[in-house]
Every structure is written in C-alpha cells, then in structure tokens.
C-alpha cells in the first residue's frame, strides 16, 4: 500500500508560526508534524509514501533533499489545488502504475495519532463496495469540526435515525476507482469532501472509530498549549528520532 502525506496548505489558522515555516515542519518537542507521520506510515509498512506541497514548498524539498534512504516523492503544486486536486494530480504524475495501485492511505499531518499497538489502517471486509474508509472521532457537542453521521459501518453527511455524530480524524483509505469515472482532471482544484459526498451518496463511504488518541494540532492554540510538552510523545521520541536518524544519508 502506498502513503500520501497533505503539506500543501497555507496553515492559516497557526498565524504567526507560519509566516515563514509551512505547518507540516513545525514541531512539537523536537519533533516535526511530517516526521511524525512518516513514523507512522512506517510504522504500518506504508513502502512508498508521496507529499504534496505549495505554500514555502522550497522549504520542504530542502528538509527533505537530504531523505535518500526513505522513498519519498514530492509533487509540487504551482497553483494550491485542494485535498483532492492534489492527491488527483500526484496520482497521474508520480504513481504510473496506477493499473497496480489498489488502494492508498491519506494521512494529515496536523492531527497526531496515537494508535494502539494492533492498529492497521485497512478496509474493512464486511464492505467490499466501499471506495473510501475513514477514521473516526464521536463529536463533541461544542465542536467546530464538520458533523459526519456514522451508522452501521456507512458515513452520511446528513442525520440518519439511529446514526452516530462524528468527525474525521485526518486519517482515510481509497482505493483508485474513487477517483475514476468522475469529471476530474489534472491541475484541477477539488476538495476530497466533494468526493465523499458523492461517495457517500452512492453508498461507498464507509468509516470507523479510531480506538487511540487523535491530537488537532491545526489551529493556533492548540499548538501554543502543546508545543513545549516534555512528553507529548507519550515515551516514543527517542524510536522516533532513531528512525529518522536511519532515513538520512550520514
């Protein structure tokens, strides 16, 4: 399975901080936002992994000029093209074995997960129609996040009777045939929640809950109030930092 990374944004709601640092490089206890999901993505064997990036792109392609022992590919954005432009894009330039690509993972940077040992992100079996799988958070009733209804394994954006409140943790599989059949093109600028509304109209949008923790770090101050924790990483800084260490040409 491969790894899709979203660095493209402009991360204004972190003000200050990103006037001259794009959000996927700020860090959190020495810790980059991106170097973290990288852990992640190995850690669940994810072999290639892709970034998209536009706003301070230079900044990212310099970090990572230097990660020749890790495949990572970036696809640079002229003009921002969206969550769903973006990874359409990519998915035509980079990946020309698309007729192989079975399903990929998208992963945001600016939500940290602590998954449980056991977790491996992977469509379910129960749905075999379902072209895309989200993880899941119940909603708080003072969030601000987009209000999701999850019932019996199915996501809706609109209230089904019995159905469960939800939000989208940044973490989502597809698989290739979401994309295809559809209007889209290269350099087309497109949010991936258009497509899941047309997926979840079609009935292929499925979901579950997350059992870990999932930290928004994508506003600023949630970022003011965690930024310095000795032990944000919960004891893994230093396997993370190991890690890293192992992607780099010494």
């Given at each position: ?10 991360g ?18 020495g ?22 990036t536009?706003?301070?792109s ?126 889209y ?6 949010e ?43 004891g ?15």
């Amino acid at each position: 399975m491969h790894g899709f990374i979203l660095a493209a944004g402009f991360g204004k709601r972190m003000g200050a901080y990103t006037t001259s640092c794009p959000k996927p490089l700020l860090e959190i206890n020495g810790i980059k936002l991106i170097d973290y999901s990288l852990y992640l993505l190995e850690k669940w064997k994810i072999e290639r992994k892709l970034v998209n990036t536009h706003y301070l792109s230079e900044r990212i392609e310099e970090y990572f000029s230097n990660f020749t022992l890790i495949d990572i590919q970036i696809s640079k954005e002229k003009e921002i093209l969206g969550t769903g432009g973006g990874i359409y894009t990519a998915l035509q330039k980079f990946w020309s074995d698309l007729a192989l690509l079975e399903k990929f993972l998208v992963i945001n940077p600016d939500v940290v997960l602590f998954p449980t040992d056991e977790f491996y992100p992977d469509f379910p079996s129960l749905f075999p129609d379902s072209l895309s799988h989200m993880y899941l958070k119940p909603i708080e009733d003072d969030s601000s996040y987009t209000t999701l209804y999850w019932k019996q394994g199915r996501v809706f954006f609109h209230n089904v009777e019995s159905s469960i409140p939800c939000y989208y943790i940044g973490l989502s599989l597809f698989k290739l045939k979401a994309f295809t059949n559809r209007n889209y093109q290269v350099n087309m600028n497109f949010e991936l929640g258009s497509l899941w509304r047309q997926l979840s109209g079609e009935g292929q949008l499925t979901g579950e809950f997350y059992n870990g923790d999932a930290i928004d770090i994508g506003e600023k101050e949630f970022y003011d109030k965690l930024k310095e924790q000795p032990d944000f990483f919960r004891g893994r800084k230093s396997d993370i930092l190991a890690k890293l260490s192992t992607w780099i040409k010494k």
